[in-house]
């Protein structure tokens, strides 16, 4: 049995917005292709509960490096993220 944190995390994933690798643009965007398109953010963070994954826009800077540097925000969010799971 899932805590209700837990079990909201994995009926309706987070997706979250960064400007650049150091700066998150937006906490909680709805899980659409229009809110993709229209944010205007380059990088990406699902946390789908069992899945995570950090994934950049087609129109991302390409001097923007990928994968994200381990001592950016995204890469600190994953593996606290993964300690969080009760699964």
Known sequence: MLEPS?????VYPVLT????????????HSLSRAALITSGSPIFFLDAFTIL????????DPTIPFPPPH?????????????????
């Open 17 to 28: 917005s960064y400007a650049t690798p150091d700066k998150q643009a937006y906490p909680r």
């Open 71 to 87: 001592d950016c925000k995204p890469s600190f969010f994953v593996p606290s993220v993964l300690t969080t799971l009760n699964i």
């Open 6 to 10: 837990s079990l909201h995390r994995a």
């Open 53 to 60: 994954v950090v994934f950049y826009s087609s129109t991302a």
